[in-house]
């Protein structure tokens, strides 16, 4: 029987209760500062989803130092940059994962290596090594070996993480110092987003904590004094399982985990009682529609939905019911935040009118990109911040996503979103996912693109795409080139990383 008191972190067969990962920070902000570590210094980190990235995240807290989780799909040279980018002093880096480039990558910083779990290593490489025996520190004798940090601790300023670079080098997510009262304001905006708070919280963390979101998330349900469980990658039948064994109450996901959730036997999906959820919140990519309808109709209303960026914080908020009632929307305004669209002239627009999506909230003027003044310029106008997002408020000042600004094709002067063009598609029998894209054009500048995965054995042809969308989007919408995919390059996050499709189909013509 599940003991209602049980909080901190379990992965595997390990568990840490909250106690004991205080106990264990304290140690870690010790060896860290000896290591000279202090305040405002960087901490990178190039871990998976591991107790230890806690315990050097609330360590490194604890100094007022700032860590910087690395996306351990990177290559050596995209690590080498942002590792010179922040001027990080230490790496923090789990043992399969350790390799003599990183070494060499990391010649002048501190290396510190922490075990992989059999819980992880099993998920990746076997083969990898799961500790070194060389004379870099291993995480555990090192932690240990320090006494509990006991001075007070310094300013917070969380995380710095680095955007996806998809339209160039990736660029460092500053934060400023801001006012005491707005840390509250904050920290309650995201309470609400997230659904989290009260007693009892019990939450597993589908997703990379290297991104934002999953990292924020579960930062709040340990904050709330809770239990959280670590997936090392994404599961959906052992996802039912923790559901059900834990009595899971809250959930932080994508919508690809929904769509692999309902591709699942119908024996298995009504195999597990799922009746202790009470909030579940999405965010990070669009949801198709189709997609949403089936989880709120399987789960309940529990399904809700965010919208944000690193950059901003939350910006909008819906439940179910909200989405029902505007399917497609991602919600209103969350609390302190103003949305507004503007017409490229820099005037607001009328509700339903598309224009690209601004926001203000406490933090919008404390924000910058680090090393890259004339990005931050770009992103801040006075205090708001630029999302780069296409988008319409309607008359109830709920908010829809038509498409990312740097997405948008251009063709013959008309302005195609291909956002729009792919909720019509995934909508049409046979296709099992599906992306939207330009590539160039002698006479029209761009042309669209559709890329196809079809569902096992279906056979589609350019015809039949184009003749379904003929019905549903105005033919200057219809791509003119249709190619089948067997699969798509994907952040962990669920985006489509497009350029690759592009110039993985097209070469580099698209590129």
């Known amino acids: 029987m599940l003991d209602e008191n049980l909080d901190g972190i379990i992965s595997g067969n390990r568990h840490v209760s909250l106690a004991e990962l205080r106990r264990r920070t304290a140690k870690a902000a010790s060896a860290l500062h000896e290591s000279g570590i202090w305040q405002g210094d960087r901490v990178a ?30 290559t050596a040279d995209e690590i080498d940059y942002i590792l010179e980018d922040c001027e990080a002093k230490l790496v923090i880096a789990h043992a399969d994962l350790v390799d003599e480039a990183l070494i060499a990558i990391c010649a002048g910083r501190e290396l510190v290596v922490v075990e992989t779990p059999p819980e992880v290593s099993e998920q990746y490489d076997p083969m990898r090594p799961t500790r070194l025996s060389n004379a870099l520190p ?45 840390v509250k304001a904050v920290m309650q905006r995201a309470k609400v987003s997230f659904g989290i708070g009260g007693e009892g919280v019990r939450s597993v963390m589908t997703g990379p904590l290297y991104h934002s979101a999953p990292n924020a998330y579960a930062m709040q349900v340990l ?30 996901m994508v919508p690809t985990m929904f769509v692999r959730l309902l591709a699942l036997d119908e024996a298995e999906k009504k195999r597990f009682d799922l009746s202790s959820l009470k909030h579940v919140v999405h965010g990070a990519a669009a949801c198709p529609a189709d997609v949403k309808r089936a989880m709120i109709e ?9 919208y944000a960026m690193t950059e901003t914080g939350f910006i909008a908020i819906s439940n179910s019911e909200d989405w029902l009632r505007y399917p497609g929307s991602v919600g209103r305004a969350a609390q302190g935040v103003i949305i507004q669209t503007r017409r490229e002239d820099g005037t607001q627009c009328e509700p339903g009118e598309p224009g690209e999506i601004f926001v203000h909230s406490e933090t919008t003027g404390h924000v910058a990109y680090l090393h890259a003044e ?34 948008m094709v251009i063709s013959g002067g008309v302005n195609i ?13 046979g296709i099992r996912d599906c992306a939207v894209f330009g590539v160039p054009h002698p006479e029209f500048g761009e042309q669209l693109v ?3 995965q079809p569902a096992a054995g279906v056979t589609l042809s350019q015809e039949n795409v184009q003749a379904f969308l003929k019905g549903r989007i105005s033919s200057y919408k219809v791509p003119r080139i249709v190619r089948v995919c067997d699969h798509f390059p994907r952040e962990d996050s669920g985006k489509v990383k497009k350029h690759k499709l592009r110039q993985s189909l097209f070469g580099e013509i698209a590129a």
């Open 45 to 74: 980190l190039l871990l998976r989803n591991d107790i230890a990235f806690f315990e050097a995240t609330m360590a490194a807290s604890v100094l007022g130092a700032v860590t910087v989780p690395l996306n351990w799909h990177m």
């Open 138 to 182: 291993i995480w555990n004798e090192w932690v240990e070996g320090h006494e509990p940090w006991s001075r007070p601790s310094m300013q917070v300023t969380g995380p710095m993480f680095y955007t996806s670079g998809t339209t160039g080098r990736p660029k460092g997510v500053k934060r400023l110092p801001i006012s005491p009262d707005a």
């Open 223 to 252: 904050g709330e004094g809770g239990l959280l469980l670590l997936q090392a990658k994404f599961n959906p039948l052992e996802l039912l399982e923790m559901i059900e064994r834990y009595r899971i109450t809250n959930l932080h």
């Open 298 to 306: 399987w789960w309940g209303p529990v399904v809700h939905e965010y």
């Open 374 to 407: 004339e990005k931050t310029a770009e992103l801040r106008h006075g205090d708001f911040i630029a999302t780069g997002d296409i988008g319409y408020l309607n008359e109830d000042a709920f908010l829809f996503i038509s498409d990312r600004k740097t997405d």
């Open 417 to 429: 979103y291909p956002a729009e063009v792919e909720q019509a598609l995934i909508g049409m029998d």
């Open 450 to 452: 559709a890329a196809i």
